[in-house]
């Protein structure tokens, strides 16, 4: 004669979880899509705010960096953040610095020395 103890135990685990479920129906909607590399709330920074002064005379700054590396280092562009802050810097078709056998940290702050008008 076969054991009913595994069928029994298998529809009590199966039974558990149903009877845990709300009887009601399920809150229907979706949450926003979030991106937290930007703020929750924002607003439009009026045109002629110190904000949007500090924001463009940065981005000339960065324009005037990339024009005078033009020749050195062909492709080079800079991203800026909102704020006109460099969030990105690239080379198109190679890299931003040469190999090096220094340290990482030291490759680091060389690197932002020498680009430090851009900064």
């Not at 607003?43 to 033009?70: C, H, W, Y």
Request: without cysteine; aromatic residues 4%; glycine residues 8%.
């Amino acid at each position: 004669m076969i054991s009913r103890a595994p069928t029994l135990l298998l529809a009590i685990a199966v039974a558990g979880p149903v009877w845990s479920q709300t009887r009601g129906e399920a809150k229907k909607g979706s949450l926003p899509d979030i991106d937290l590399r930007t703020p929750a709330v924002t607003a439009q920074t009026p045109q002629n705010s110190p904000s949007k002064t500090l924001v463009d005379r940065r981005a000339g700054i960065m324009e005037a960096f990339v024009a005078g590396r033009r020749v050195a280092q062909p492709g080079l562009r800079i991203v800026s953040s909102r704020y006109g802050i460099p969030k990105l810097m690239l080379s198109d078709g190679k890299a931003l610095s040469g190999p090096s056998n220094r340290d990482v940290d030291e490759i680091a702050r060389n690197f932002l020395t020498d680009n430090a008008g851009a900064f």
